[in-house]
Structures are given as structure tokens and as C-alpha cells.
């Protein structure tokens, strides 16, 4: 069985050690410093340190000390900011305030999946310090941009990462009501104005951000401006600085666009005046993915394709995942699914698209009670799909390579239990 060393809140500590030592297990110190826990080193080293994920606690130096002596680290983190913490250090051994023993166990035997990062090599230095951008667009027409990219932002979060989700329409951003927020106090609008003026900083994020709570996974909300008369604020300037902060905070940022893709200088005599699209194409040219949303039915399709060509000058096709929406057979007739994929070959030279069942029933429950699919309607078809579009298109799964080293680091603690 495994030694182990413990640094954890008292209430924590008291509800674990009893299962602890059931489980065989010896705790040869209860610790409350992280110099302290570096000094348990060099005296008797453990197999294991289950310590808080607080700064007082889980330092670079503990972290270091502990690499050194092969000694690994579990982190017991009883807040979102703590989680934050504790992967800005490289811990991914990171479990919840309320997990159980079997829980820290199955973490020890398991490992954790590293989630991938898109757009970037994951060889070069710092690509998984910066969390991804995805962006949700579509043309005029409701196509569904902000119910996707909601949905999308939950299915991630509930996957288990941080995630922020900005409201970047500057016509009719509708992210806050949609999940019942108050939206008097824009919160991108705020990054902005902050990033304007270079205070931007993870802390200013979370005061100007709100929180949308769910047992299924929370996620930060950056909501939009309530009159499209402050479009002005969102400069493409202060928009790319602002997601570029937004990276460091969160390990996906998902952005909900404006429909207009036209350059303003093209309809505009005055150079210097603010852009009303800029905050859209410099969401789009800071997105490492693009969720391309139209509607499937005769009007929708048409909108889309005509707007394609535009979105094809900003973004390449490679970053681009295809989705139609509302896909039904009372709006295109029999095999509706054919019908659409048929007419994007033939007028897009769109290979394959994702392709969204019409539930209005499920969407109606979601809008009512201000909450996501997941929270209010997750046995819906629409659900269902937009978590396997997250699934397989967004957040790809970790290399079967990664799993197989991961879990012969932990070759060490299956043998010591078999031998105790």
C-alpha cells in the first residue's frame, strides 16, 4: 500500500482519513506549510502528497521538489479559482473539494487526460500554457448562433474544462437573456474598456464576468452590449487583446459573432471612424476554430452559401466546421438530411457538414427557464448532437499514446498495493 503525506483543509482531512486508512493506507504527516512538505522530503519521502490546491500550499517549488524524488502530487481544489491555480502550475492531478477517497484513487490509477489544444503544436513552447478560441457565426437570419454557441460552452464545461463564453454580437447580442442574466453592465464590453486601457488581468476578468452554475458543469459568461448604439466600445483592437488575455484565464473561449462579414472601410468615406463589424472579424481572425452555423431550409441555405464565400476571404477552410441547423423534413421534404448535404456539395463544395435536428420543444424549455440543453432538456435529440459535434469536432479526444504512459507512471503504486 501507498505512504502519504497530507496538507488539506481540516474538514476535508477529517472527511478522507478515515477511508484512507481503511484502504490500507499509511499517512506518515499531517502538514500545514508548503516548506514544511518540501522538509517531509528529504527526512522520509512518500509515495503520495494530497495537498490543498491553495498558493500557501501547491507552489512551483513543492512541485519541483517533488519531481525531483518522483513523489506525486494529488491537489484537492475546493474552488474554480483553485482549479485555475493549480493548471496554470502544470498539475493535472486535480480533484474537486467534495471527492471522495475512491475518487483520488481512481485519479492515482487512472491518470488524467491532458486536453488537447487546437490551432497550435503542442512541441512549441507555451501552446499548452493558452486555452482555445471557437467561434460561433452565421449570417443574417437567426440562424441559432447564440443557442449553439451556449450549448457548446456547456457541453465542454461539463467535459471538465474552464470555459468563457463572450457575447461578441454587436447587433443583437442575446446571450444574457437567453440564460436569464442581467446584462446592465456589459461584461466584454468591460474587458475591453479594460484591455484599452492595459489593466486587464485574470482578476479584473472575474469581477466584470458572471457565473453560470450548474451541477453539469459551470462556466464563466462575458455578456454582451444591451444597446447595439455601444457598438463603438469593441474595437478590433481591444477585442483581439481582450481574447488574448481571455486564453491565459480559461481553457476554451467560446465567442458568439455578429452575422456581417463586410469590411467598413468599403462603405465608409471616413477612415478614421470606429468599425461596427470589426468586433466580429477580429473574433473570427483570433478564433483557432470556426463553427459556421446556417439554417436548413430553402432560405437559410441560401443566406449561407452567399455569405460562405465572404467567411472563406477571413478564415481557412481547415478552421472551419460546417453546421446546419432546424434540419427538417416539412422544410426541404423527404430525406432532409440528403437534401442538405446534397445542395452544400453542389453550390459550396461542402464535403460534410454537421447537421442539427429541429426540437423546438427542447429550445423553448432551455429559453423559458433561462437555463442550457444540458440543464433543461438533456434527453433532447438537439442535446444529443450538439454534444457529439463538441465531442468529435471540438475537443478531440486524448492520444491513446498519452493514456498508456500515464498509466505506466502509476505501474509503481499498482505494485505496492499488491504487494501489501
Not at 322 to 344: F, H, W
Not at 373 to 386: G, H, T
Request: net charge negative; with cysteine.
Amino acid at each position: 500500500m501507498a505512504t502519504l503525506v497530507l496538507a488539506l483543509d481540516r474538514h476535508i482531512e477529517d472527511r478522507l482519513i478515515g477511508d484512507i486508512v481503511e484502504h490500507g493506507h499509511t499517512v506518515l504527516a499531517r502538514l500545514a506549510t508548503a516548506p514544511e512538505l518540501i522538509a517531509a522530503l528529504d527526512v522520509t519521502p512518500p509515495d503520495l502528497i494530497v495537498t490543498a490546491a491553495s498558493r500557501a500550499l501547491l507552489t512551483p517549488e513543492l512541485l519541483a521538489a517533488s519531481d525531483a524524488r518522483g513523489v506525486r502530487v494529488v491537489a484537492v481544489a475546493d474552488t474554480e479559482p483553485d482549479h485555475r491555480y493549480a493548471s496554470s502550475l502544470g498539475l493535472h492531478e486535480v480533484v474537486d473539494g467534495q471527492a471522495s477517497w475512491d475518487d483520488i484513487e481512481q485519479v492515482l490509477v487512472d491518470g488524467v487526460a491532458v486536453p488537447l489544444r487546437l490551432g497550435g503544436d503542442a512541441g512549441q513552447a507555451g501552446a499548452l500554457d493558452t486555452g482555445s478560441v471557437i467561434a460561433v457565426w452565421g449570417p443574417a437570419g437567426s440562424p441559432g448562433r447564440t443557442t449553439l454557441a451556449i450549448n457548446i460552452a456547456a457541453e465542454i464545461a461539463a467535459a471538465g474544462h474552464t470555459v468563457a463564453l463572450c457575447d461578441v454580437d454587436t447587433y443583437s447580442g442575446s446571450v444574457a437573456p437567453s440564460l436569464g442574466m442581467l446584462d446592465e453592465a456589459p461584461g466584454f464590453a468591460a474587458a475591453c474598456r479594460l484591455a484599452g486601457s492595459d489593466s486587464l488581468t485574470q482578476a479584473e476578468l472575474e469581477r466584470v464576468a458572471q457565473r453560470y452554475n450548474s451541477p453539469h458543469g459551470a462556466f464563466w459568461v462575458l455578456t454582451g452590449i444591451g444597446r447595439p448604439a455601444r457598438w463603438p466600445e469593441l474595437s478590433a483592437e481591444r477585442v483581439s487583446t481582450t481574447l488574448r488575455t481571455v486564453r491565459h484565464w480559461v481553457d476554451y473561449v467560446v465567442l458568439d459573432t455578429g452575422f456581417s462579414l463586410e469590411s467598413d472601410e468599403e462603405i465608409s468615406s471616413d477612415l478614421f471612424s470606429p468599425r461596427r463589424n470589426a468586433a466580429t472579424l477580429a473574433a473570427l481572425r483570433e478564433a483557432d476554430q470556426v463553427v459556421a452555423c446556417g439554417l436548413a431550409d430553402p432560405v437559410g441555405m441560401s443566406r449561407f452559401l452567399r455569405a460562405w464565400g465572404d467567411l472563406a476571404d477571413i478564415v481557412a477552410a481547415g478552421r472551419v466546421t460546417v453546421v446546419m441547423n432546424r434540419v427538417r423534413s416539412s422544410a426541404i421534404g423527404m430525406n432532409p438530411d440528403g437534401q442538405v448535404q446534397s445542395t452544400l456539395r453542389r453550390f459550396g463544395n461542402i464535403r460534410s457538414a454537421v447537421l442539427l435536428p429541429h426540437d423546438q420543444q427542447a429550445t423553448d424549455a432551455a429559453v423559458l427557464a433561462g437555463r442550457t440543453l444540458r440543464d433543461a432538456a438533456p434527453k433532447s435529440a438537439l442535446r444529443s448532437r450538439i454534444r457529439e459535434l463538441v465531442h468529435t469536432e471540438l475537443v478531440p479526444a486524448p492520444a491513446p499514446a498519452r493514456r498508456t504512459r500515464r498509466r505506466r507512471a502509476v505501474a509503481g503504486l499498482h505494485a505496492r498495493r499488491a504487494i501489501g
